[in-house]
C-alpha cells in the first residue's frame, strides 16, 4: 500500500514551458487534491476532484489545469510556467469531505527560471 | 468565511518539556479541526482531529489537542517534547460538509536537546 505517490520529485522549468504533474493513489479514495506550498502561506488549494470525471477550481487555479481520468489518478497541468509558479506542489486524497482527514504525498519542488 | 491562525512563527522548548503550538480558527458552522506534522522535504502528515464530543483528543506520537469552543482555539500539546518532534507544524479547519480544509501558516517547533 503505497498511499499517495507523486511523480516527479523535483523539476526545473524555464518560462513559457509546460509540464504535468502526476499523482496517483491507491486507497481507494473519491476525493482528491492539489495544492501548493509557499513559504509562510501555508497550503493553498489549487484544484481538487469529488470523482473520476470532475474537477473543480480551489483558490489559487489560475495557469493551472487538472484532469481525472481514472479514480486513483490525478494530473496537474501547467501550460505555460511562470516564474510565479515556484513552489512545492502537493496531492492529496481523501474518503470524502467533513470530518475525513486528508493523506498527502511527498511532494514535488518545481522551479521556473 | 473559515480561517485559521497559528500566532507563532517558531516555538523554541527544551527536550523534556513540554510543548503548546496554538492554533485558532473562525467557521460558520461546526468546525472540524485537524493538525498536521511535515517533517523536511516530506509531505504533510496527519497527526489528530477533532470531530465532536469530549473536548481533549489524543493523536499519534503522544501527541494531544485541547478544542476550546468559547476561545476558538485548538492548542497541540505533548507532556514532553523529544529532539525528534522537531518540525513544522500546521493546524487546519473545515466547516460542516465542505469540501475545503483550510490550512494555518505553519509554526516550526524546535526542540533543543
Known amino acids: 500500500n503505497a498511499g499517495v505517490t507523486q511523480t516527479p520529485k523535483f523539476r526545473v522549468l524555464k518560462t513559457g514551458q509546460s509540464m504535468t504533474l502526476l499523482c496517483a493513489q491507491d486507497?481507494?479514495?473519491?476525493?482528491m487534491y492539489w495544492y501548493r506550498q509557499d513559504p509562510g502561506m501555508g497550503l493553498r488549494l489549487i484544484h481538487y476532484?469529488?470523482?473520476?470525471?470532475?474537477?473543480a477550481k480551489g483558490e489559487v487555479p489560475d495557469g493551472y489545469n487538472v484532469s481525472r481520468l481514472k479514480k486513483q489518478n490525478f494530473l496537474l497541468g501547467l501550460e505555460s510556467a511562470a516564474p510565479s509558479q515556484t513552489s512545492v506542489y502537493f496531492c492529496?486524497?481523501?474518503?470524502?469531505?467533513?470530518?475525513?482527514?486528508?493523506?498527502f504525498g511527498p511532494g514535488t519542488r518545481l522551479t521556473v527560471t | 468565511a473559515q480561517s485559521v491562525a497559528q500566532p507563532e512563527d517558531q516555538v523554541n522548548v527544551a527536550e523534556g518539556n513540554p510543548l503548546t503550538v496554538k492554533c485558532t480558527y473562525s467557521?460558520?458552522?461546526?468546525?472540524?479541526l485537524f493538525w498536521y506534522v511535515q517533517y523536511p522535504n516530506r509531505g504533510l502528515q496527519f497527526l489528530l482531529k477533532?470531530?465532536?464530543?469530549?473536548?481533549l483528543v489524543k493523536g499519534s506520537y503522544g501527541f494531544e489537542a485541547e478544542f476550546n469552543k468559547s476561545q476558538t482555539s485548538f492548542h497541540l500539546k505533548k507532556p514532553s517534547a523529544l529532539v525528534s518532534d522537531s518540525a513544522l507544524y500546521f493546524c487546519?479547519?473545515?466547516?460542516?460538509?465542505?469540501?475545503?480544509?483550510?490550512f494555518g501558516s505553519g509554526t516550526r517547533l524546535l526542540v533543543r536537546p
Open positions: 492529496a486524497s481523501s474518503t470524502g469531505t467533513g470530518s475525513s482527514e486528508q493523506y
Open positions: 486507497m481507494n479514495h473519491e476525493y
Open positions: 476532484s469529488v470523482g473520476e470525471g470532475t474537477t
Open positions: 467557521v460558520s458552522g461546526n468546525p472540524y
Open positions: 477533532y470531530i465532536t464530543g469530549d473536548n
Open positions: 487546519a479547519v473545515r466547516d460542516g460538509s465542505s469540501y475545503k480544509l483550510i
